[in-house]
């Protein structure tokens, strides 16, 4: 199973952007679907979550200006951040399970991360 991870970039404070995350993978709909993120010299924190009904979660950090959502016919899921901040600069890492979720360790298969810098 391989998970890619894109769309990262250079964004202003203000800003959108959207994350994707590709997996290589069967049944892909019966996944809990994650995204968390790690900013430089600190833990990796979970973001946000899409179970295999589409029920979400997301951290108390991003709510309510992150969308996540998922593509099963694709087999990718998305973040859409808006009205990005600089602290929300970091490696955002993709992660799937068939399990609860819960921390990162515990994600059946997890990608490598796409970097995402917010300017002010």
């Known amino acids: 199973v391989q998970l890619q991870a894109s769309g990262g970039g250079l964004v202003q404070a203000g800003g959108s952007l959207r994350l994707s995350c590709a997996a290589s993978v069967t049944s892909f709909g019966l996944y809990t679907m994650g995204w968390f993120r790690q900013a430089l010299g600190k833990e990796r924190e979970f973001v946000a979550s899409?179970?295999?009904?589409?029920?979400?979660s997301y951290a108390d950090s991003v709510r309510g200006r992150s969308t996540i959502s998922r593509d099963n016919a694709k087999n990718t899921m998305y973040l859409q951040m808006n009205s990005v901040k600089p602290e929300d600069t970091a490696v955002y890492y993709c992660?799937?399970?068939?399990?609860?979720?819960?921390?990162?360790?515990?994600?059946?298969?997890r990608g490598r991360g796409t970097q995402v810098t917010v300017s002010s």
């Open positions: 992660a799937m399970t068939r399990g609860g979720g819960g921390s990162w360790r515990n994600w059946n298969y």
């Open positions: 899409i179970n295999y009904s589409s029920t979400t």
